[in-house]
């Protein structure tokens, strides 16, 4: 088929190039000329495993190409918008302007019959007020919600292979249409039987907020029972995996420690429980709140731990910190954890040294008070303490008895219960988890 994918940030690139990938002729749009300059040389403008190589392929066959004149959708029968939806300053809510911005632009390029295609996460209602103006300037042409499920550092797989598709269309004979065209965009993934739901707007929109908003009470609940453990000597690693075997509950996402970030999670839960208060139905999730008080708490926890292995306080004292992305596999640093401890202890009078594999630059732009080292002997060189805040492979592979020869004073904090304790307390280290005795 032949798609366009409006929003070539993190989502849309990688729909593009996987659609590309999956034999689709594919144009990407977007008004940032140096991102699309870069994504048609090839060069990927973030860290995603997997998607130079089908970046670099697809548009080596001729079936990828990216544009900023919204004109070179007009070939395109399918179109993907893909832009972000930012936290509003200063409030919960979501920022729809790029979204509005990307219809009422994609809009005057429609032909009849085009199918416009949602993928950002959007408020709930949000469909079917874009729909209302689609139809207000081309009568044939209609829109469907086909919501992400991207998990950065397998968000190639997730998209050529995804675990489920949800399409949100209208009803009748507009919807079947709508539903045909997305299976023809899907038709690789539908015939390995991945699970397909027909729903409608409302149901397609929540879908989304509902998943994340539920991943982030399970990891602020194992997180609230560390802190629980914190106090009464119990180990919340044991703990999980008790739970975990219960068929009911689950082990993935059960593991203690810093807390959730990202340019999701975070964000999404906040946009949530803004759109249910708009909607009068603020109390049906204002658990989300204390599920974001939990997780924000679990950082300054990180910093409390370090202080009182110290003596009491950091100022002048060495930290190397392991970690700066959200999680591992991502240079993404919205929301994180790991950079948000490391700006509070530099903020403490510490001697901040950060260093990460793909994070570096990121952080540097976002925080150029901190220093920053790609070597991990150089971070932990005569440091008084280390603190693992991204469970990068490199980091949780660290030979303790090696590490111990470098570092000033033999302290570990581990934000990320990643480590063995047995073996670095046997490596001659003072070892602190979360929720670990």
Known sequence: MKISVIGCGYLGAVHAASMAELGHDVVGIDIDEAKIAALSEGRAPFFEPGLPEILQSALASGRLTFSTDFA???GATVHFVAVGTPQKPGEYAADLT??????DALVPHLKDGDLVVGKSTVPVGTAAALSARIYANNQTASLAWNPEFLREGFAVKDTISPDRLVYGVPAGE???RASALLDEVYAAALQNDTPRVVTDFATAELVKVAANAFLATKISFINAMAEIAEVSGADVTSL????????RIGRRFLNAGVGFGGGCLPKDIRA???RAEELGRGESV?????????NLRRRQRVVDLVKEELGGQVYKKKVAVLGLAFKPDSDDIRDSPALDVAVQLHGLGAEVVATDPEAIENSRKRHPQLLFTDNIDTAVNRAD???????WKQFRELDPVALAEKVDNPLIIDGRNCLDPGRWRTAGW???GMGRP
């Open 72 to 74: 070179a959708v007009g």
């Open 272 to 274: 949530f429980s803004a």
């Open 240 to 247: 999980a995996d008790a739970i975990g075997y219960d068929a």
């Open 385 to 391: 303490a280390i603190v693992v805040l991204t469970e």
């Open 98 to 103: 790029y979204v509005n911005a990307a219809v």
């Open 286 to 294: 204002a658990f989300l709140k204390e599920v974001d008080a939990i």
């Open 430 to 432: 003072t070892y602190r």
């Open 174 to 176: 507009t919807g079947e």
